[in-house]
């Protein structure tokens, strides 16, 4: 019974790690379009290695991991929701937190995810 366990569970992560590196591809791409720049330029807007720090892309970056979507705004625990959100802030910036409560979280951003979701 070990194994099989052992087995589901590194599926499980290979899963999430493959759900999130595309995630990570698609958005570098949108912002590639965005702002008409090559690959490796996007990846550095992307991770906070420009002059000034695009922190609004830092953010969408860090907010395109499916799994932190999906525990932010899918459980059915409130308080599991807020706990998911309270971790996530911790991975922010100052200004990323700023941001992420102005323009995110208080634009009903729950209720738009869950209307995407339900679209796919």
């Not at 949108?30 to 330029?41: A, H, K, P, S």
């Not at 969408?60 to 899918?74: F, Q, R």
């Not at 309270?86 to 700023?98: A, I, K, N, R, V």
Request: hydrophobic share 35%; glycine share 6%; aromatic share 10%.
């Amino acid at each position: 019974m070990g194994r099989i366990k052992g087995w589901a569970t590194d599926k499980a992560y290979d899963l999430q790690t493959s759900m999130s590196s595309q995630a990570r591809m698609r958005y570098i791409g949108d912002v590639m379009r965005w702002e008409d720049v090559d690959y490796d330029t996007a990846v550095a807007i992307c991770t906070g290695q420009t002059d000034p720090v695009e922190h609004e892309y830092t953010l969408g970056y860090k907010m395109c991991d499916p799994i932190y979507l999906l525990a932010m705004n899918a459980q059915a625990s409130r308080k599991r929701r807020e706990a998911a959100v309270l971790h996530f802030e911790e991975l922010l910036s100052p200004e990323e937190l700023e941001i992420f409560r102005r323009d995110v979280m208080g634009k009903g951003f729950r209720d738009t995810f869950k209307r995407a979701l339900r679209k796919k």
